[in-house]
């Protein structure tokens, strides 16, 4: 069966600090591979997604990066927190670029940028 | 813009039944998700709706008219467990998903 999964769970880092959030998809092959935000009171906001090695989309322009190094790792990344990096980061998978499919969302990271 | 909205929060009673409404303007449509979410986790798949209806999986229904750019999910026999915000998503003509904010709901004894 397919899981995926993602770490840290949680991790308060200091303004101007560099972050990296992991997430690998197991039992399955060539996943689309997302990373999506989540604020408080506001719908889920789709940062990058990736549809293969090295293939990174951006939809969010920011002081954020994301890199697919093996075909089932996707990873976070910024080099400098700001403030507003704070909340819920949400790795998710799917077969179905066209979101006809079910997406699997791994465990979520709780970032507090201070 | 595209827009979907449902209530911010809701209450309900164990063992009643809620019903939790959505209504998007999109960019086109090609289906209609809902999905549970507990404080502090992951989502989960609840349903899928692409024609008009309503479909039913246990306890959970879910109720899409596409003219009326409507859906609803029906929770019934309410458990403490069903605490939990339930997210809206939309698929427009691009394929993309479009999330709404989540209705928190709140389930006393």
């Known amino acids: 069966s397919q899981t995926i999964h993602q770490w840290p769970a949680t991790l308060v880092q200091p303004v101007g600090s560099p972050l990296s959030l992991e997430c690998t998809v197991e039992g399955t092959s060539n996943p689309n591979l997302y990373w999506y935000r989540q604020a408080a009171g506001r719908g889920l906001q789709l940062l990058f997604y990736?549809?293969?090695?090295?293939?990174i989309s951006s939809e969010v322009p920011q002081n954020l990066s994301a890199s697919r190094p093996q075909d089932r790792q996707f990873i976070l990344s910024s080099k400098k927190l700001l403030l507003s990096d704070s909340g819920f980061y949400l790795c998710?998978?799917?077969?179905?670029?066209?979101?006809?499919?079910?997406?699997?969302f791994g465990e979520g990271s709780r970032l507090t940028v201070l | 813009g595209q827009n979907i909205d449902q209530p911010t929060e809701m209450t309900a009673t164990e063992g009643a039944i809620v019903q939790i409404n959505c209504t998007y303007q999109t960019s086109g449509f090609n289906g209609l998700f809902w999905y549970q979410q507990h404080a502090g986790e992951a989502p989960t798949f609840l349903s899928y709706n692409v024609l008009d209806g309503l479909e039913e999986k246990g306890r959970f229904s879910s109720f899409l008219s596409r003219s009326k750019g409507y859906s609803y999910l029906l929770l019934k026999e309410l458990q403490m467990k069903d605490s939990a915000s339930y997210l809206c998503?939309?698929?427009?003509?691009?394929?993309?998903?479009?999330w709404g904010a989540g209705t928190k709901l709140i389930i006393k004894p």
């Open positions: 990736s549809v293969g090695i090295g293939q």
């Open positions: 998503a939309v698929i427009d003509s691009n394929y993309q998903l479009i």
């Open positions: 998710a998978w799917n077969q179905d670029r066209d979101f006809t499919g079910e997406l699997f």
